[in-house]
């Protein structure tokens, strides 16, 4: 009843802008992969900081748990209301409210996504390049850390957020940082909001860095034998200093998958898909330096593009690849999980994973992020099928073992959610208690988010 009594409040305040209505509520419950349904009891759009303030002061006086919510493309369950309460939805928060092009960074609001930034940037010969696939929204980028194709190149979001705007979970506005470049003033208080996920306070405005478009961009794909090949040649690369801005590893499952979804005819073994970035000189050398590792690991078949045509139809297909696994199993469910690994430890985890999910009949296509150690697995499934669910999730869970034995991490960019929170005490081991007391402080009361990130205890 307490949750209502904070639900009644704002609608006296912000009217038709808290909706209780069945289909936003239950759209606002659902993640986009397995996990069960949990429904907020209100969805609140707010317009404005102070309105997420006044939000937060509301809740925190009424003890009414409060989800953050960008686009909804978490894979994690990040964005579920395990608690009920309200989702504060932040999709007309998107105005990019100040580009700075001699400095190269730029000011948003939360609900802006990376398309739409990109788009307010083109007169400007800037851009900004972190790509999770998903046309996320920068609030749930930052939030969730969020990196993607080309981090291998530019970064992750940790990288890219030199400020923030976040409000607290009592309703308090705070800034975070500033626009210098650098500093060794205190405590680094955006790197700690940057992937908190929504459990300490919403974050409501962020700034952010942006690079200079390239000169030139070749884009190519490439098979290989073995995963080991393909991993070797990525690692001879980066060995040699080549500068990559993207580059991808497709399994033979994925490729069957893309081959049978865009219906093209790539061979049936794993495949690189890359990009290069730079002066015309550069982009040509460094495609011929590569070619050359690529032919002394056996690869093959490759197929340059440098038309933007011709590259945005190399990306849409690697883009649309979960799409695609998903239709070598028609009425399937997936469980998609992430680990990140040494690179040096890379082929020899995906190709244990590859025999486990054999040993065990698990369907898992294989893709991933082979620059910098980062790979997913697209676990299918029948809803219906518990023996298969029972047998998906032990493998996930094994691969996630498997990960940290290699000196790895549960998670390269998906994040913790409610899905990865078993495994935080085996990695961080004290450091996850220290977690929990950083919540405590901020938000004592347990609203934010509850039921993610950290220990039960602190919930």
Known sequence: MHNQAAIDELITTLGQRVSQSKSDLELHGRSETHFPDASPEAVIYPESTEEVAQILRT?????????????????????LALNGGVTVDFSRMNKVLDIRA???????????????????????????PVDPGANASLGG??????????????????????????????????????????????????????????TLGLITELTLRLHGQPEAISAAICGFDTVEDAVGTTMDAIQMGLAMARIELLDEASVRAVNAYAGSNIPVKPHLLLEFHGSDTMVRETSELF???????????????????DRSALWAMRHNAFYA?????????????????????????????????????????????VGDGNFHAVLLMHPDDSAARTRAHDAAHRLVERALDKGGTATGEHGIGMGKLRYMEREHGHGWAVMGQIKQALDPQGILNPGKMVPPSNL
């Open 141 to 198: 980028m930052a939030s969730t850390r969020a990196s993607g194709t080309t981090s291998v190149r530019y970064g992750t979001m940790r990288d890219h957020v030199l400020a923030l705007e976040v409000v607290t979970a009592s309703g308090q506005i705070m800034r975070t940082g500033s626009r210098a470049r650098k500093t060794s003033a205190g405590y680094d208080l955006t790197g700690l909001f940057v992937g908190s996920e929504g």
């Open 102 to 128: 001699d400095d190269m960074d730029v000011r948003v609001q939360p609900g802006v996504t990376r398309e739409a930034l990109n788009h307010e940037l083109r007169a400007t010969g800037l851009f900004f």
């Open 325 to 369: 696994i998903l239709g070598l199993m028609p009425g399937a469910t997936s469980m998609v999980t992430d680990v990140c690994v040494p690179i040096s430890r890379l082929a020899e985890t995906i190709e244990e994973t590859q025999r486990d999910f054999a040993a065990h009949d698990v369907t898992g296509p294989i893709l991933g992020h």
């Open 291 to 309: 070619g050359e590792l690529a032919e002394a690991r056996g690869g093959s078949g490759f197929d340059w593009a440098s038309k933007p045509e």
């Open 59 to 79: 809740c925190h006086a009424h003890r009414c748990p409060v989800v953050g919510w960008g686009t909804g493309t978490s894979l994690e369950g990040h964005a």
